[in-house]
């Protein structure tokens, strides 16, 4: 097995997580199967209790596991199915640790960071990098693990040491580390400054690891400012590293210059694997790792096909997006993704606006009349309607309103998780007179119970005891939109987080007044799709399906969304649904935002090809 490490320093947000997809991607392309495994140095067990604002969004693998979102990144990037234990944290590692010294393992030992945590580091790395993660049986020949975080903080120093000696102990040919780091432009003076990577290389050479490769993010721009006095202004590099920065940072740095790769500014990040492979870094890569007479030049015909069609679009579709959490778009990555996947797909440039939920409702009308304005102008200009999954009880009637909005007009409407339930609850009051139909999460004594709590839940405890992971939706109408969508199939596995359920009871009555549950699991009481049979596209699901979309395979119900928007849902249908996009094989995404048609540079760099109206957008 053959490892390669990506740290980051300077600052966070730098693209770690993109770089470090774009490097499996690469290893990819040169014929070599690849594996991921990301370590978030955070207590918790799991992102699962993270609030979105916090650490945006949790990411749901199939067996369940709630994961940093950055396995997203390498699932679609890779176009493989990760585990729960690809995703390691220091509440994982001291818990395992812990539970160790109660069995009696450690014989008495006084249990330390040094050597018990950092062995059982290693331990995990090992165990888990041997797991095929890519439908074949045997070990992938090269995992790439990333740190996350930036090097110097307290929290990771005891993985940072776990490294340490784990690449003295599996040897030189067999650990390549790559560092993403800073070179910022001061305006003042017009000059690419190498000083913050020499700092950040020389803190990680004395915690003991040597970088091999140089990843410099040239590009970043930042302004700090005293009062009215701007002391520095980074600006914008997007021509990448000039040769004599290059030289420099080689000399003081100790890399040879042809391993000092630039990660300038592109189009969108479907091009940052292509600028990798015009800047030999496979071959710097393979170099270290001792594989150039086993791996091939990189391939990536369709990808490039892809990445040259997403730059060329210009016809619009705009998808008001009705959320809670819309001020950090993150919250809602893979949504975003897998809308982008579709909008390409049926060969549209996509435009989101953001829409927060709670300034639909009529409070805000008289609290703040113009955002209230702003609000229902943007639904009602969009071509489409998406309500996202969500927590709380906060915009809950404005996602309400939106549902009823898109139902009323004949609106193309996609609700996921909450969205679906949401959808149900506004039928229950419009179209059935149950006026104070509700959710039990948000009236836990409504008098009409649309959705309640599901049995097996636990009110006691939050993290882990969702709903989670693959579970299996058979379709109950084989001529509905969404048995179409999915290609006629009897069945579809796709993923899933909630609590609450719609309240299986009051389906015939549902159904009686011409809403129809499409989609159902193996009980037959648990609704999973739910559609309204005479309108242009009106979909509800319990799962997810964001996290299973790729670029290449857009989501079925992502796919039909955008195309009853544009106008292609009857020829996408008649074409067998998601066996119309066959044509390009799996790709990546990541995007640049732009607001009112600049680009701007993102936390984690992850919206490129999507354009906003820049609503609540956390820069």
């Known amino acids: 097995m053959k490892y390669v490490l990506v740290t980051g320093g300077v600052v966070s947000g730098l693209g770690k997580g993109v770089t470090a997809s774009s490097i499996g991607?690469?290893?990819?392309?040169?014929?070599?199967?690849?594996?991921?495994?990301?370590?978030?140095?955070?207590?918790?067990?799991?992102?699962?209790?993270?609030?979105?604002?916090?650490?945006?969004?949790?990411?749901?693998?199939?067996?369940?596991?709630?994961?940093?979102?950055?396995?997203?990144?390498?699932?679609?990037?890779?176009?493989?199915?990760?585990?729960?234990?690809?995703?390691?944290?220091?509440g994982k590692i001291y818990q395992s640790v812990l539970d160790k010294e109660r069995k009696g393992d450690y014989l008495g030992k006084t249990v330390q960071v040094v050597p018990h945590i950092t062995d059982a580091i290693q331990e995990w790395i090992e165990r888990v990098a041997v797991i095929p993660v890519d439908g074949e049986d045997s070990p992938a020949d090269v995992c790439v693990i990333e740190l996350g975080g930036t090097i110097g903080d307290i929290e990771s120093m005891p993985f940072i040491e776990a490294l340490g000696?784990?690449?003295?102990?599996?040897?030189?040919?067999?650990?390549?580390?790559?560092?993403?780091?800073?070179?910022?432009?001061?305006?003042?003076?017009?000059?690419?400054?190498t000083k913050p990577t020499q700092h950040s290389v020389r803190g990680l050479r004395s915690l003991g690891l040597a970088p091999n490769i140089l990843a410099c993010r040239s590009s970043l721009s930042l302004s700090l400012s005293l009062s009215y006095i701007y002391l520095y202004i980074y600006t914008s590099c997007s021509n990448g590293l000039d040769d004599n920065v290059k030289e420099k940072l080689s000399r003081f740095c100790h890399v040879p210059i042809d391993n000092i790769i630039s990660l300038h500014d592109v189009s969108n990040i479907w091009r940052v694997p292509l600028i990798l492979r015009d800047q030999k870094a496979h071959e710097s890569i393979l170099r270290v790792l001792n594989l150039k007479g086993v791996a091939r030049e990189p391939v990536f015909g369709e990808w490039t096909s892809r990445t040259e069609l997403c730059d060329r679009l210009h016809e619009p579709v705009r998808v008001a997006m009705v959320g809670k959490y819309t001020g950090l778009s993150d919250s809602y990555l893979s949504v975003l993704k897998a809308l982008l996947h579709s909008s390409v797909a049926c060969r549209r440039k996509l435009f989101v606006d953001w829409v927060p939920a709670s300034d639909l409702?009529?409070?805000?009308?008289?609290?703040?009349?113009?955002?209230?304005?702003?609000?229902w102008n943007l639904l009602k200009g969009a071509d489409a309607i998406l309500v996202p999954?969500?927590?709380?009880?906060?915009?809950?009637?404005?996602?309400?309103?939106?549902?009823?909005?898109?139902?009323?007009?004949?609106?193309?409407?996609?609700?996921?998780?909450?969205?679906?339930?949401?959808?149900?609850?506004?039928y229950a009051r419009s179209i059935l007179g149950l006026q104070h139909a509700n959710s039990t999460e948000f009236d836990p004594n409504t008098q009409n119970p649309c959705v309640i709590f599901m049995p097996e839940g636990s009110k006691t405890h939050m993290g882990g005891t969702m709903r989670l992971g693959s579970r299996r939706t058979y379709f109950q109408v084989k001529d509905s939109k969404s048995a179409k969508l999915y290609?006629?199939?009897?069945?579809?596995?796709?993923?899933?987080?909630?609590?609450?359920?719609?309240?299986?009871?009051?389906?015939?009555?549902?159904?009686?007044?011409?809403?129809?549950?499409?989609?159902?699991?193996?009980?037959?009481?648990?609704?999973?799709?739910?559609?309204?049979?005479?309108?242009?596209?009106?979909?509800g699901v319990q799962f997810h399906p964001e996290f299973k979309s790729r670029p290449g395979k857009p989501s079925a119900v992502f796919l039909g969304l955008i195309a009853a928007a544009c106008g292609q849902l009857e020829s996408l249908l008649k074409k067998g649904g998601v066996a119309m996009n066959r044509g390009f094989s799996n790709g990546t995404s990541g995007e640049k935002l732009h607001r009112n048609g600049n680009a701007t540079n993102l936390s984690n760099g992850s919206l490129d090809g999507i354009y906003s109206n820049g609503n609540g957008i956390h820069v």
Not at 67 to 80: A, H, K, M, S, T
Not at 176 to 185: D, E, K, N
Not at 513 to 535: C, Y
Request: charged letters at 25%; hydrophobic letters at 35%.
């Open 25 to 90: 991607l690469i290893l990819k392309a040169c014929g070599l199967r690849v594996t991921s495994i990301k370590i978030d140095p955070y207590l918790n067990t799991d992102a699962g209790t993270m609030s979105p604002f916090e650490h945006g969004e949790v990411f749901v693998l199939d067996d369940g596991g709630e994961v940093d979102l950055d396995l997203g990144n390498y699932e679609r990037f890779l176009d493989i199915k990760l585990t729960r234990d690809n995703n390691i944290t220091t």
């Open 361 to 375: 409702e009529d409070e805000t009308a008289i609290e703040n009349p113009e955002n209230y304005r702003t609000a």
């Open 165 to 193: 000696q784990f690449s003295y102990r599996v040897g030189a040919g067999n650990f390549c580390l790559i560092h993403v780091s800073l070179v910022p432009v001061l305006n003042v003076v017009g000059e690419q400054k």
């Open 487 to 539: 290609g006629n199939r009897s069945f579809v596995d796709e993923r899933h987080r909630h609590r609450y359920e719609v309240n299986p009871d009051m389906v015939q009555q549902f159904e009686d007044a011409g809403l129809s549950f499409t989609g159902k699991d193996k009980s037959g009481r648990r609704m999973e799709i739910v559609e309204l049979p005479n309108h242009p596209y009106f979909i």
């Open 389 to 426: 999954g969500g927590f709380g009880d906060r915009g809950v009637e404005g996602k309400i309103l939106a549902a009823k909005y898109a139902r009323e007009n004949r609106i193309p409407f996609l609700g996921i998780c909450l969205g679906m339930q949401i959808a149900v609850i506004d």
